[in-house]
């Protein structure tokens, strides 16, 4: 941090407003430097950041260490965000250097056609500005929010969760230090490296400096950023993900989808929170899969019919429908057909992520058409709605909202378009 911030963060009285003024500014400058940079040179910043953290790996890890001690009182899920690894850590390295890999949107210019009065009309795409990023957990994310908004051009402002802060400050040492070997301004991507919570009071209100927020974190942080912010919000509220088995399913494709979405990690938002299974195929798939979930730990709550299969099934609750459990539970209800399972998802999601399991291709293009969520599955996993498994490099979050931007956000997702209008002395007459 500038000495400005340094004597900011000093005072008596902390002034949450006061710093966030500071931060804000320096961002809007680096803004104007970044939006001109060309691809080369961020490319190169992205890169060298790569390096950096991989020889930090052992500081990053021992930061990562000291977060997770004072942590240890958080349940196991929001341990798992937290925590990182040699392996995470190298995931983090792999994300920027694959971001640098990507094409680059900025100044792309595209529909430039010729109109009656002999003037081209197009659309160039060109940075946001500001893009203020609040997160809990996942260090991950400093890594991979970096990287997205230096490759398009942005400055970011950095709020990660205070159980994460020493783990996040020794992350944005490495950005900062690529920043600077690259000559791009240090002050492009900023971490706030106090746990004061005014802070994101602070951040909230101040439009003149943040063009727009992302945030990511748990019901509260969302809700609170979505009521109180005085700029524009890309964001997803919850992700309550439904697998359809339809009557047409493979068994085996079925199996290994349903587990996968449920198990290969409990605590994101793209992982299944509700199995539904069309009757006509429920003694063909369900209790084998209940007996894969049971050997792996995972309550289950399901309907009448799913109770009788199994004895360690307990009755869900209407309130089970609506949840987002972000750990090794899971709802199951049995369905007549894929109406029925269209009216579940509609009635009960979120508008995340949804699945059907079929080998019909007129129920596939039914599901496909009328569920409304950001991401349709069709014999896949819901785990794979994720930017780096969508080809977007790291991802910024995922937008349930239809405006701007839907799904994993990526590059594009963060910049925006301007008209261009071409003549040669043309005048209107």
């Excluded at 691809?39 to 500081?59: H, S």
């Excluded at 439009?207 to 942080?221: A, E, F, I, N, S």
């Excluded at 429920?282 to 799913?306: F, H, K, Q, S, W």
């Excluded at 998802?345 to 007129?362: A, L, N, Q």
Aim: overall charge neutral; proline content about 4%; aromatic content about 4%.
């Amino acid at each position: 941090m500038s000495g400005q911030v340094d004597k900011v963060n000093r005072a008596k009285n902390f002034d949450s407003s006061a710093y966030i003024d500071v931060i804000g500014k320096q961002a809007r400058a680096a803004a104007v430097e970044m939006a001109r940079s060309s691809t080369r040179v961020k490319n190169a910043a992205l890169n060298l950041i790569a390096c950096n953290i991989e020889r930090a790996e052992p500081a990053i890890l021992a930061a990562n260490g000291k977060d997770l001690a004072a942590a240890d009182k958080f349940e196991e899920a929001m341990l798992d965000r937290l925590r990182l690894s040699p392996e995470r850590i190298a995931a983090m390295a792999a994300g920027l250097r694959e971001v640098a890999e990507l094409p680059d949107p900025v100044g792309e210019t595209t529909g430039l056609r010729y109109r009656p009065s002999g003037i081209q009309v197009g659309q160039m795409r060109v940075p946001i500005g500001v893009v203020g990023i609040i997160y809990e957990s996942r260090p991950n994310v400093t890594a991979d929010a970096a990287a997205l908004c230096l490759k398009s051009g942005n400055a970011a402002i950095l709020r990660g969760g205070s159980e994460a802060l020493k783990s996040n400050a020794a992350i944005s040492s490495c950005i900062s230090e690529g920043l600077r070997e690259a000559d791009l301004p240090a002050k492009a991507v900023q971490v706030l490296d106090v746990s004061d919570r005014a802070v994101v009071g602070a951040l909230l209100k101040v439009p003149q400096w943040v063009d727009v927020l992302v945030p990511r974190g748990g019901k509260g942080l969302i809700e609170r950023v979505s009521r109180d912010a005085q700029m524009p919000v890309i964001k997803h509220l919850d992700g309550v993900c439904h697998v359809y088995i339809d009557a047409a399913a493979d068994p085996n494709k079925a199996f290994d989808v349903a587990l996968n979405s449920k198990t290969q990690r409990y605590g994101t938002c793209n992982t299944m929170e509700t199995l539904l299974v069309a009757r006509p195929i429920v003694e063909l798939v369900l209790p084998r899969l209940i007996e894969a979930y049971r050997r792996l730990d995972v309550e289950l709550r399901g309907c009448t019919v799913a109770k009788k299969l199994h004895p360690d099934v307990m009755l869900a609750s209407e309130k089970d429908w609506y949840e987002e459990y972000l750990a090794p539970i899971l709802a199951i209800r049995v369905v007549n057909d894929v109406e029925q399972a269209i009216k579940h998802i509609r009635k009960y999601g979120s508008k995340h992520t949804d699945c059907i399991v079929t080998e019909d291709f007129s129920v596939a293009r039914q599901f496909t058409a009328e569920v409304d969520s950001s991401s349709v599955m069709v014999n896949a996993s819901t785990r794979f709605a994720d930017g780096y498994e969508y080809g977007l490099g790291a991802e910024i979050g995922i937008s349930t909202d239809k405006f701007h931007a839907r799904g994993p956000v990526g590059l594009l997702g963060l910049t925006s378009q301007k008209w261009i209008v071409v003549g040669d002395g043309h005048v209107r007459d």
